[in-house]
Nanobody, 114 residues
Framework: QLQLVESGGGLVQPGGSLRLSCATS????????VGWFRQAPGKEREAVSC????????NYADSVKGRFTMSRDVAKNTVYLQMNSLTPEDTAVYYC???????WGQGTQVTVSS
């Protein structure tokens, strides 16, 4: 059964860092790419980053490029999002999603505030 569980969110001051985790099950990261998405209050959900099934390619939204890094550990079936230099505009619920699937997890809240 396909499942993705996000964790690692929290409250952080501007300029701080967080690392989000996405624990996956029901499929192999070696066969599917995964994306991180976020939804801020009153805004539509947007794509943040993605990693290919080979792990050799990552892409980022312009708004996070140079600050966020996506990675994965196939052995642990887990995908990560390292977020640095956070700003209040990064405040949102963050979700991970497998390519080609409609399943969404519960997300993890990231709040950037002083």
């Amino acid at each position: 059964q396909l499942q993705l569980v996000e964790s690692g969110g929290g409250l952080v001051q501007p300029g701080g860092s967080l690392r989000l985790s996405c624990a996956t099950s029901g499929f192999s990261l070696g066969y599917y790419g995964v994306g991180w998405f976020r939804q801020a209050p009153g805004k539509e959900r947007e794509a943040v980053s993605c990693i290919s099934s080979s792990g050799g390619s990552t892409n980022y939204a312009d708004s996070v490029k140079g600050r966020f890094t996506m990675s994965r550990d196939v052995a642990k079936n887990t995908v990560y999002l390292q977020m640095n230099s956070l700003t209040p505009e990064d405040t949102a619920v963050y979700y991970c999603k497998r390519f080609g699937a409609t399943y969404w997890g519960q997300g993890t809240q990231v709040t950037v505030s002083s």
